[in-house]
């Protein structure tokens, strides 16, 4: 009796090892901005992935989870940033990294990617080269390209003359770069251009040069929150539209998340962008509804909040399908292959190329809905449309 006892102690101990084991813990490291003056950005990236989280926790295989490892990148601040992903690497040894603001900040953590082989999911930093640096780079956010090419195209449809107004770094001059083009090549001429300190907080001499310059219409791009808002207001103040010049530009100028703040002046603006909380799509409603209520009926999730939703749902199903044993090389084939018909933006995939996303845009307009301000999707200007830019410059 006694040896079978302890024949069966040994077999539940070695039962317990085994299913220790078996259990499997992937850690994701997130690197987003949760102070400095880019913090309401970085909180909309914080609240998609904890939504995501909270909501899908439960659909990964037995045994297996995941383990966030949030950190404060302070900002646009390049060096932050990269120690941050070495201390994530080398000392948290995440499997994953993902979030990001920033451009700058993610063109610095790239590289180490590609050293440490740890597959990096941009939510958000849009620079249209950062696949380039590191085979192990996708993303699911988007390019200023993806937006401000067709609307240049569209724009010279209705306009002769444009002048275009965008923030002085790199998806600022792509998105400058990318309208021009597309305006010009649809028979549009460009009168006038001004690039705008990150720092400004007064938009009100910008929007003097271009009432000066009596365009049709003017272009803008700002890296979203409160800039928007503050060149809004001086489009209004300085009667623009009464001077019959046109607002339009990236979705960025008319998030969703900072719309109401922007008051009647943002009526009639036109924007093109693959994300309006104001979609028609039933994904979308459930996820609106899902996002107001945990944090609030009168908030919206603006385009970061769909960034980071989307990069987990990619993540997780690299997870899934790997049953939570993580090889690099074997994500980033699942990655490039990734499909998803249902985001709340609408279908997307990754071009297996690039490595770079692939969903529609949308003509908006904002106008009230239900007493509210909203981005109206119009029409879709691109389906499943892949990034322009690196359609224009292949690798040689």
């Given at each position: 009796?006694?040896?079978?006892?302890?024949?069966?102690?040994a077999?539940?101990?070695?039962?317990a090892?085994?299913?220790l084991?078996?259990?499997?813990?992937?850690?994701?490291?997130i690197?987003?901005?949760?102070?400095?003056?880019?913090?309401?950005?970085?909180?909309?990236?914080?609240?998609?992935?904890?939504?995501y989280?909270?909501?899908?926790?439960?659909?990964?295989?037995?045994?297996?989870?995941?383990?966030?490892?949030?950190?404060?990148?302070?900002?646009?601040?390049?060096?932050?940033?990269?120690?941050?992903?070495?201390?994530?690497?080398?000392?948290?040894?995440?499997?994953?990294?993902?979030?990001v603001?920033?451009?700058?900040?993610?063109?610095?953590?790239?590289?180490?990617?590609?050293?440490?082989?740890?597959?990096f999911?941009?939510?958000?930093?849009?620079?249209?080269?950062?696949?380039?640096?590191?085979?192990y780079?996708?993303?699911?956010?988007?390019?200023?390209?993806?937006?401000a090419?067709?609307?240049?195209?569209?724009?010279?449809?209705?306009?002769?003359?444009?002048?275009?107004?965008?923030?002085?770094?790199?998806?600022?001059?792509e998105?400058?770069?990318?309208?021009?083009?597309?305006?010009?090549?649809?028979?549009?001429?460009?009168?006038?251009?001004?690039?705008?300190?990150?720092?400004?907080t007064?938009?009100?001499?910008?929007?003097?040069?271009?009432?000066?310059?009596?365009?049709?219409?003017?272009?803008?791009?700002?890296?979203?929150?409160?800039q928007?808002?503050a060149?809004?207001?001086?489009?209004?103040d300085?009667?623009?539209?009464?001077?019959?010049?046109?607002?339009?530009?990236?979705?960025?100028i008319?998030?969703?998340?900072?719309?109401?703040?922007?008051?009647?002046?943002?009526?009639?603006v036109?924007?093109?962008?693959?994300?309006?909380?104001?979609?028609?799509?039933s994904?979308?409603?459930?996820?609106?509804?899902?996002?107001?209520?945990?944090?609030?009926?009168?908030?919206?999730?603006?385009?970061?909040?769909?960034?980071?939703?989307?990069?987990?749902e990619?993540?997780?199903?690299?997870?899934?399908?790997?049953?939570?044993?993580?090889?690099?090389?074997?994500?980033?084939?699942?990655?490039?292959?990734?499909?998803?018909?249902?985001s709340?933006?609408?279908?997307?995939?990754?071009?297996?190329e690039?490595?770079?996303?692939?969903?529609?845009?949308?003509?908006?307009?904002?106008?009230?809905?239900?007493?509210?301000?909203?981005?109206?999707?119009?029409?879709?200007?691109?389906?499943?449309?892949?990034d322009?830019?690196k359609?224009?410059?292949?690798?040689?």
């Open positions: 009796m006694r040896l079978k006892t302890s024949s069966l102690l077999a539940l101990a070695l039962a090892i085994s299913g084991a078996a259990a499997q813990t992937v850690k994701i490291g690197i987003t901005t949760y102070s400095g003056p880019g913090s309401a950005q970085g909180d909309q990236l914080d609240k998609g992935f904890k939504l989280l909270k909501l899908n926790a439960g659909k990964l295989p037995p045994g297996v989870k995941v383990e966030p490892v949030f950190r404060d990148d302070t900002g646009a601040n390049a060096d932050a940033a990269k120690r941050l992903a070495q201390e994530l690497i080398a000392r948290e040894k995440v499997q994953f990294l993902t979030g603001v920033w451009t700058p900040n993610a063109a610095a953590i790239a590289p180490l990617t590609a050293e440490a082989k740890v597959p999911v941009s939510a958000n930093a849009a620079g249209v080269s950062i696949p380039r640096i590191s085979p780079f996708a993303r699911v956010s988007f390019t200023l390209w993806q937006s090419y067709p609307l240049g195209q569209w724009a010279a449809k209705k306009f002769k003359r444009a002048y275009t107004v965008v923030s002085d770094f790199s998806p600022g001059h998105a400058e770069e990318a309208f021009t083009k597309g305006f010009k090549e649809a028979g549009g001429e460009i009168v006038g251009s001004a690039r705008v300190p990150m720092t400004a007064d938009f009100v001499p910008y929007m003097q040069r271009v009432k000066d310059a009596k365009p049709e219409v003017i272009f803008a791009f700002n890296p979203a929150g409160k928007a808002t060149q809004m207001k001086a489009y209004a300085l009667d623009l539209n009464k001077a019959g010049i046109k607002y339009i530009g990236t979705g960025d008319t998030t969703d998340e900072e719309l109401q703040n922007m008051g009647d002046a943002a009526l009639g036109m924007t093109v962008h693959h994300y309006s909380a104001a979609a028609d799509r994904a979308n409603k459930a996820f609106v509804a899902a996002y107001k209520k945990e944090y609030g009926e009168k908030l919206n999730p603006g385009f970061m909040v769909v960034g980071a939703w989307d990069a987990m990619m993540i997780f199903h690299a997870i899934r399908e790997q049953n939570g044993k993580i090889d690099p090389d074997r994500t980033m084939q699942l990655i490039k292959n990734y499909k998803n018909p249902n709340p933006r609408g279908p997307i995939q990754i071009d297996p690039t490595r770079d996303i692939m969903q529609n845009e949308y003509l908006r307009e904002v106008r009230k809905v239900g007493g509210q301000l909203a981005n109206v999707e119009l029409e879709t200007l691109g389906t499943l449309l892949k322009p830019w359609e224009f410059n292949k690798p040689k």
